[in-house]
């Protein structure tokens, strides 16, 4: 039971209403705006921003099934479901020594 918990932590953090994921995406349906990483489901709306991993704003079609992402995202309330505000595209998993060269990392907790 601690083995499980543990290895969620590791890909899914949570601070209040925000909620951070690093991933591969395991499904991707623009059309329905929908993206799937670590059996966590987001939905995309008009403010979903799409980026590289140094910040900058690229097209969503860059997005693929498999690709490895960062998604900072959170809680809607109102429809109880996960609402994604930017989608960080990575060339890699950025392991925890490596988090402090990307700003968007900077508010995730320490993993163990």
């Not at 690093?22 to 980026?51: A, S």
């Not at 479901?81 to 060339?91: D, N």
């Amino acid at each position: 039971m601690i083995i499980i918990l543990a290895t969620s932590v590791v890909g899914f953090a949570a601070e209040g209403d925000k909620i951070r994921v690093q991933g591969k995406v395991m499904e991707l349906d623009l059309k329905k705006m929908v993206i799937i990483v670590n059996e966590k489901t987001f939905v995309m709306d008009q403010t979903t921003v799409v980026c590289n991993e140094k910040g900058s704003p690229i097209p969503s079609d860059r997005l693929k099934a498999k690709a490895r992402v960062y998604i900072v995202g959170e809680n809607d309330q109102v429809g109880k479901r996960l609402v994604a505000r930017k989608i960080y595209l990575l060339s890699k998993r950025i392991p925890n020594k490596e988090k402090h060269l990307y700003p968007f990392m900077q508010d995730t907790p320490p993993e163990d």
